[in-house]
């Protein structure tokens, strides 16, 4: 059966639609790519007296957020810092997601 004979029969119905492990994998290293670009940051103010940090929401890599007063105008002081914590938590739930999906779909012998 060659490629373009699968693909009719998949949008047909005919062919099992459950994903596969190569699928699940391939969806697993899509979200931990988009994580990595759209990371979640923190603000922070470091002085001799001691460290703020505030949450920023998530945003590109390439352009970090600010921190901006009530006027519009960016703060000076404060610098953006990607939140590790919060991001590695957050590959290690996609990962346990993928493996446990992987886990269940592959009870039996997984083919390639």
Known sequence: MNAYTKINLWRSGIVNKKPNRDTIILWWAIGIILMGIL???????ERSLGKLEQPAGYSLIISPPEKKNSTGLTDIGW????????????????????GSAIALECNKPCEK
Do not use: E
């Open 39 to 45: 990371p979640p940051w923190v603000l922070a103010f």
């Open 79 to 98: 610098s953006p810092k990607i939140d590790w914590s919060r991001l590695v938590l957050q590959w290690i739930i996609i990962t346990v997601a993928a």
